[in-house]
């Protein structure tokens, strides 16, 4: 049985009728959603292929940007945007990892802030490109079938199709070459190579591959917000967010991101309502629990128990 497609399917289900039986929380649905993707993509470079980035919050506010000024500017629908910032931050992640991918361990981590601080300076400070720090808004968008993009409902399932997209894919390429290609590098690169594997290439497939999907997320929530301002959109903090998503549900694992996201965004909703001002506190402590005590992440650590339970079974029959 493919479990993947049972867990897709599963995650459809409960996304179609979420609107239905809470109606009262779709924000807290939508951004459940849109980390799920944003952690799964981010996870495609940080978990698959070990190359840890804290800059992803970049792409995000790319496809945000993108949306907003093709609309705002020149009449372009959401549809065409979301295409051109695919291709913006596909073709963006090429150049930054051609240059960057020279460097190992917490180097390429610490380039990956140097680059995303760049362009949020950028953001900030080329007012004719960004609409500067007083950030951009998005008056108005086209409603295609009579469909409302601003309408939460719409917001949700767009997120739903996201999210889905991201986990189906990375399903996808978990079983496919591209998938032994990843791990072959993210456990040694010089065994790789002499596999006749190049690093390089493998590595520039998944960061390409995770800035495009990274950005189509970063678009909804661009439409989510409205309103645009670099000094949220361009933060390293929303990209140590996203990192954190997917380690703590487990890096390298197909559904690790969703149950992070899941797991923090829940986390983050109740500690807020229920302790106030302790709940940064509260929630600093849950992650670092976490952290050591399941270094693996949920799903990875529930992962290692089951092969060893079935290999302990294996060695007794």
């Known amino acids: 049985m493919n479990w993947n497609a049972v867990g897709i399917a599963l995650m459809l289900a409960v996304g179609v009728v979420y609107p239905f039986i809470l109606p009262g929380y779709m924000t807290v ?4 959603l849109l980390f799920v993707g944003w952690a799964t993509a981010w996870d495609t470079l940080g978990g698959w292929t070990g190359q840890v980035s804290l800059g992803h919050s970049f ?3 790319l496809g945000a940007y993108v949306v907003a000024l ?10 065409w945007t979301v295409l051109l910032a695919i291709g913006a931050a596909a073709a963006l992640a090429y150049v930054w990892g051609r240059i960057t991918f020279g460097l190992r ?3 390429f981590t610490l380039s990956t802030i140097a680059f995303a601080e760049i362009f949020r300076l950028i953001a900030i400070n080329e007012k004719w490109l960004t609409g500067g720090a007083t950030g951009v808004f998005i008056a108005s968008l086209p409603e295609p079938f009579g469909i409302d993009l601003f309408s939460r409902w719409t917001q949700f399932y767009l997120a739903l199709a996201f999210a889905i997209v991201s986990v189906g894919l990375v399903a996808l390429i978990s079983s496919r070459k591209l998938g032994y290609e990843l791990r072959a590098v993210r456990e040694d690169e010089n065994s790789a190579m002499a596999a006749g594997i190049n690093p390089t290439a493998v590595k520039l497939k998944a960061f390409m591959l995770s800035g495009a999907l990274t950005a189509v997320g970063g678009g909804i929530y661009g439409i989510f917000l409205s309103f645009l301002e670099p000094h949220v959109l361009f933060n390293v903090l929303l990209s140590v967010q996203i990192a ?4 703590i549900g487990g890096r390298g694992t197909v559904w690790g991101p969703a ?3 899941v797991l923090l965004v829940v986390a983050g909703e109740v500690f807020r309502t229920t302790f106030a001002q302790a709940n940064l506190l509260i929630y600093g402590m849950l992650i670092l629990a976490v952290v050591l005590f399941l270094p693996r992440g949920l799903v990875g650590e529930l992962s290692r128990r089951l092969v060893r339970r079935r290999y302990a079974r294996s060695i007794k029959s």
């Open 29 to 32: 649905g939508i951004t459940i």
């Open 59 to 61: 792409f995000v506010g």
């Open 259 to 261: 149950v992070g996201a």
């Open 105 to 107: 361990g917490p180097y």
């Open 70 to 79: 093709g609309q705002n500017r020149y009449g372009l629908a959401p549809w």
């Open 244 to 247: 954190l998503t997917a380690i």
